[in-house]
């Protein structure tokens, strides 16, 4: 069984900055697809950042050099740092992992989290 725990989600200021933390349980970790997805009230859920085994990375168009997504096989925890942040930022960030990574991209991955609140005040 895989099990996906985030933390880091806050309040911060508009400009400001935060690192979510995705914790990871199974063996196979440095072999999944992992994302983050997000979904602010009234808006459909969506993928934020994802990284594949093999490092190579996918950004929504909207955190485009605000954002990196990023792991560390040792600890099985992918991080997403989140700079410059907006009030758009807003929402329930979601960790998910999946064995194929169109599976991250097209929303159905094999794992979710439960979500981490981030609030970004003006």
């Known amino acids: 069984q895989v099990q996906l725990v985030e933390s880091g989600g806050g309040l911060v200021q508009a400009g400001g900055s935060l690192r979510l933390a995705c914790a990871t349980s199974g063996r196979t970790f440095s072999n999944y697809n992992m994302g983050w997805f997000r979904q602010a009230p009234g808006k459909e859920r969506e993928l934020v950042a994802a990284?594949?085994?093999?490092?190579?990375?996918i950004y929504a168009d909207s955190v485009k050099g605000r954002f990196t997504i990023s792991k560390d096989n040792a600890k099985n925890t992918v991080y997403l740092q989140m700079n410059s942040l907006k009030p758009e930022d807003t929402a329930v960030y979601y960790c998910?992992?999946?064995?194929?990574?169109?599976?991250?991209?097209?929303?159905?991955?094999?794992?979710w989290g439960q979500g981490t609140q981030v609030t970004v005040s003006s």
């Open positions: 990284i594949s085994w093999i490092d190579g990375t």
């Open positions: 998910a992992a999946a064995s194929l990574l169109r599976t991250v991209v097209t929303g159905t991955p094999d794992y």
